[in-house]
């Protein structure tokens, strides 16, 4: 070993050392999130050469599998990893119920839609809420850093990017999905409907401005359509307002609001000069 890969292995460890936080792996976090939305909706059946666990069995390894991933985290816990487990566990009945909801409007909403069962299997939206429902419970349980590997697993998946802090009401339903971005401080109530390519983000992205509201409130039964961009902390989009594809908001509207963005096209036909 040459003295320069001495020097980069020395380097290497010194700076291994100087980082806080011990992180399970992306697949675990991945299999998890994925595993704990097949047990409350196992509507896609495995091989029927598989064994098919009682659920009190499936309960009992999702538990267990979350505190292994909690075990690299421990010195950053708050609370116990017991106690963050009972945390967590003892609100996935109402998780569940928020879920069905959010289902329901979906399958309710969409004129493709067949039926609830397409909507919790194939469904990129669908996908994407049930893992932020959760990583948001774990962030609010006390879990750090793991609740944002769940929701970045699902912005691969989906492309959809909500940020576990983010505070979303119930019957939420996002259509076609990708592009989609929900900031940190985001509040969202009850009855909304995003289009794809939303964007409700922040004005400034100055880290100073990190433990202030930087991001949109969206009031109850407000449909955004496509590509629509809306920021700001003190931006207020009204209950019932609608807001088209492509507008651009940083300014409230008030509730039963109908804003669009007006483009002008121009076809110009080219002259063809006439045969001599």
């Known amino acids: 070993m040459t003295a320069n890969h001495q020097e980069f292995l020395q380097r290497l460890s010194r700076q291994n050392e100087t980082y806080i936080y011990k992180l399970p792996s992306r697949h675990d976090a991945g299999k998890f999130i994925q595993d704990l939305i097949n047990f409350l909706f196992p509507i896609s059946q495995d091989c029927p050469s598989c064994p098919n666990k009682d659920l009190a069995v499936k309960y009992a390894d999702l538990r267990n599998s979350l505190a292994c991933m909690l075990h690299p985290l421990q010195p950053q816990l708050e609370q116990s990893s017991e106690e963050i487990l009972d945390c967590i566990f003892s609100r996935i009945p109402e998780i569940y119920e928020m879920l069905l909801l959010d289902a329901r409007s979906i399958t309710d909403n969409d004129p493709a839609s067949v039926s609830i069962e397409e909507v919790i299997s194939v469904y990129p939206g669908f996908m994407a ?9 774990f962030a609010v349980c006390g879990i ?3 609740p944002r590997m769940l929701t970045e697993f699902a912005h691969s998946q989906t492309g959809i990017d909500i940020h576990p802090n983010a505070t979303i009401g119930h ?3 996002i259509d076609h999905g990708t592009g989609v971005v929900i900031g940190e401080t985001t509040h969202i109530g009850n009855n909304v ?7 409700l983000g922040a004005t400034h992205v100055s880290k100073s401005l990190a433990s202030s509201k930087r991001h949109p409130t969206i009031e109850d039964n407000v449909v955004v359509y496509a590509n629509a961009t809306i920021l ?3 931006t207020v989009i009204g209950h019932d307002s609608v807001i088209g594809g492509n507008a651009w908001l940083v300014k409230s509207v008030p509730p039963h609001s109908q804003v669009y963005h ?4 121009e076809i110009r036909q080219q002259t063809v000069s006439a045969a001599t």
């Open 129 to 137: 809420i049930a893992t932020y429902r959760f990583a948001h419970l």
């Open 144 to 146: 750090p850093l793991l």
């Open 171 to 173: 019957s939420f339903f």
């Open 193 to 199: 409907k995003l289009y794809q390519g939303v964007t």
């Open 232 to 234: 700001g902390g003190d």
């Open 262 to 265: 007006q483009s002008k096209i």
